[in-house]
């Protein structure tokens, strides 16, 4: 592999003086040559630096990596999680009716059916107010408690879907601290409230805590009733039966679904809730187009191998250590958080599958806001600033609201203003022209050159589709994860497990007696004068 990593990298050090927009004065047709399209989402990278060399080295990268090879063993469900000793199989949940998918030699795909028919079952008596309150009320409000991937797939889709709303009210609350929950049940009245407790796990320390809280806001108007308020969806259906939840109202899902990857399944409840089952099987069916697409389609138009080879281009070979997520779509709003654990949870790893020190840095650090928000907050250090930031935009051509249309034109033409800004920028020769136009002159001509400088060159691509409807949100979201999994492939790392995520848990627990009034000399000076200083006077409670 040493061997393609390098020809990558004395290519892009013979090259990386040609600036992109060089690229499209040789190349006129550099669009039609850098950019690929599958069931109607169009992704543009022909602004960045990538020539064909540096395409065909990296497709040979992924090549030699074994990527074809590593996708088919994931759609197998072959135990490619090797830490935990499962597949990840989250594709099987969207999957379509005639599929056959086997573990360990069972076809798991009449269970995953079964499941979603229930939940369609189960949504659809509450949405039709069927399914009626421990009061016979129609449940108005749907409260989902869970965090990480049991809350950022839904919140992002609930959100991004919000034109397909025709259910009850779906509000989301994760953190442990008590203002989350407090705000969300200030407004609802527990008479129409259900909740869903939603962990994989059922042990998470946070989303057990909001429950115990909700369950008892619950108690105060209807005592006993309270558990008929209550769905679990879980993959440990033995805690959930401890917890009294009857069995009709818990969804479970296997656990070679990773949390992050969860929300096709019972983690999905409150969207399909929110939007019914029609459009909820549609975002299934755009997640299972791009699944049929990325095993399918030649590497050199395969979507989410040629965002991971760009990633890879990015971050290893440019060495450009962040990725901007610039949805140019509000309802997109919360994308960059779940791309956040998508990406950073599933590949910001130090060793190999085999346990050895990586050579190389893996996930890149991945943040973002929607534009044209983004713009008047932090794009100056895009623009100007000494990082240089790998962007991805996001932009419908169609909005869900015909009578605004001349809102999303200017939507449309800051989206386009941004990445073309970027990679331009403006010359010193512009810069001066400008300052002069403006009345600068001598030294102060030369101080406002500089300053209205842009260097340009920057690196960005657009994912382009009509509208984000909900087979759209799915091919988004499959596209990443899949984009995901090149990185991962490529980098010989387990894209599936997150034990990063432990030493916090277990400090976290240990120091909560501390914080309670315990004393314990033995840890460090910096955590006892915090525990001090945070320390509550018992009048004070
Ligand atoms: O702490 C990280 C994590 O384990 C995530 O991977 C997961 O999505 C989240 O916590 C919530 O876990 P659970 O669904 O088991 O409550």
Redesign the pocket.
Known sequence: MDKYWAGLTDHRRRTSEIAISKLFQDDPQRFQAFSAEADGMLLDYSKTALDETALAGLIELAEQAGLADRIAEMFRGDAINVTEKRPALHTALRASADAVVEVDGEDVMPGIRHTLERMEGFAGAVRSGAHKSATGARFTDVVNI?????DLGPVMATLALAPYHDGPRCHYVSNVDGADITDCLKGLDPQTTLIII???????IE?MTNAATAIAWLRGPLGEQASQHLVAVSSAQDKTAAFGIPPERVFGFADWVG??YSLWGPVGLPVLMAIGRDNFRAMLSGAAAMDHHFQTADLRQNLPVLLGLIGIWHSNICGYATRAILPYDQRLARLPAYLQQLDM?SNGKGVTLEGAKVSRTTGPIVWGEPGTNGQHAFYQLLHQGTHVVPTEFLIAATGHEPELAHQHDLLKANCLAQSKALMAGRSPEQARALAASRGHTDSDLERMTAHLTFPGNRPSVTLAYPRLTPFVLGQIIALYEHRVFTEGAIWGINSFD?WG?ELG?ELAESLLPLVQGGKDPSKDSSTLGLVAKLSVPKSAT
């Open positions: 869970g965090i990480g991937g049991s939603a962990s994989k796990s059922f042990g998470t989303t949390g992050r949870e997150q995520v848990k």
